[in-house]
Nanobody, 119 residues
Framework: QVQLVESGGGLVQAGGSLRLSCAASGLTFSSYAMGWFRQAPGKEREFVAQIIRSGGSTSYADSVKGRFIISRDNTKNTVYLQMSSLKPEDTAVYYC????????????WGQGTQVTVSS
């Protein structure tokens, strides 16, 4: 059974930083591209960042480019999202996801972790 478990969310002031983690189990982690998404209240879920299986290439939404960094440790089956210069509009539930095929939809999703940025 595949499980993706996010952690590291919380309440932070604008301008602060947080690091989210997503621990994966039940799959061959190094065979999956990983992504982070978020959903704010009343809004649709949106893409934040993704990283290829080896970690050698990443991509970001324009809204977080230069502020967020996605990384992974295939020895720990974990993907991270380092978030800096946080803004109130970054407030959302953050989800990690895994996909086996780069150009396909994501196969597995975590339950999410809440990030709240106060002004």
């Amino acid at each position: 059974q595949v499980q993706l478990v996010e952690s590291g969310g919380g309440l932070v002031q604008a301008g602060g930083s947080l690091r989210l983690s997503c621990a994966a189990s039940g799959l061959t982690f190094s065979s999956y591209a990983m992504g982070w998404f978020r959903q704010a209240p009343g809004k649709e879920r949106e893409f934040v960042a993704q990283i290829i299986r080896s970690g050698g290439s990443t991509s970001y939404a324009d809204s977080v480019k230069g502020r967020f960094i996605i990384s992974r440790d295939n020895t720990k089956n974990t993907v991270y999202l380092q978030m800096s210069s946080l803004k109130p509009e970054d407030t959302a539930v953050y989800y990690c996801a895994a996909k086996a095929i780069w150009l396909a939809n994501y196969d597995y999703w975590g339950q999410g972790t809440q990030v709240t940025v106060s002004s």
